[in-house]
């Protein structure tokens, strides 16, 4: 069984930074793109940041320049840096991996963290 466990938001002040934490676990045959999505209250979930199996990242034009993405293809993680936060950056936070598991290692499908409550406040 494969799994995706976050770790890492909370609550900051704007400004301040936040490093959100991804980990796939279980039978995984490979994992391919992993992303950061995020859904604010009353909004549709929306991209923050992808990255893809040989490593090129994409950002939400909203996020570039004080996000960035870490993968680690060791360890089957990826990180989310968080830096200049803003209040709308508020939202929970959800990792996204496409995964081949060792059950189907020919078929890849998507799976989804439980999601981090990101709060920027003063």
């Known amino acids: 069984q494969v799994q995706l466990v976050e770790s890492g938001g909370g609550l900051v002040e704007p400004g301040g930074s936040l490093r959100l934490s991804c980990a796939a676990s279980?039978?995984?045959?490979?994992?391919?793109?992993m992303g950061w999505y995020r859904q604010a209250p009353g909004r549709q979930r929306e991209l923050v940041a992808e990255v893809t199996s040989g490593g090129t990242t994409n950002y939400a034009e909203s996020v570039k320049g004080r996000f960035t993405m870490f993968r680690d293809d060791a360890k089957n993680t990826v990180s989310l840096q968080m830096n200049g936060l803003k209040p709308e950056d508020t939202g929970v936070y959800y990792c996204k991996a496409e995964i081949r598991p060792r059950s189907m290692p020919f078929n890849a499908r998507d799976y989804w963290g439980q999601g981090t409550q990101v709060t920027v406040s003063s």
């Open positions: 279980g039978r995984i045959f490979r994992v391919n793109d």
